[in-house]
């Protein structure tokens, strides 16, 4: 009796971790083009000069960026309840 109601439970927070696995790589997608904005637009400002103290600013902070993301990527958070 009790394996009979834990059933649609168990499939529902499976179904729950699927799409918050699909939403993780929708935002693991988002941060890496965003990196690569965020250091191109740095890298423009930096090297033509405009304003190079923000320019850096942003190439550093993007490359940080990026590290953070493929920290995520290497180890992504468990979604099975397995």
Do not use: C
Not at 21 to 34: C, P, Q, R, T
Not at 42 to 48: H, P, Q, S
């Amino acid at each position: 009796m009790f394996f009979q109601i834990l059933s649609p439970l168990v499939d529902f927070t499976n179904l729950i971790a699927g799409y918050f696995a699909e939403i993780w790589d929708f935002l693991i997608f988002v941060g890496n083009i965003s990196s690569f904005v965020v250091v191109l637009i740095g890298a423009i400002l930096w090297f033509t000069e405009v304003n190079q103290k923000r320019g850096k600013g942003l190439v550093f902070s993007g490359i940080l960026l990026a590290i953070t993301i493929q920290y995520f990527v290497f180890f992504p958070p468990s979604f099975a309840l397995a």
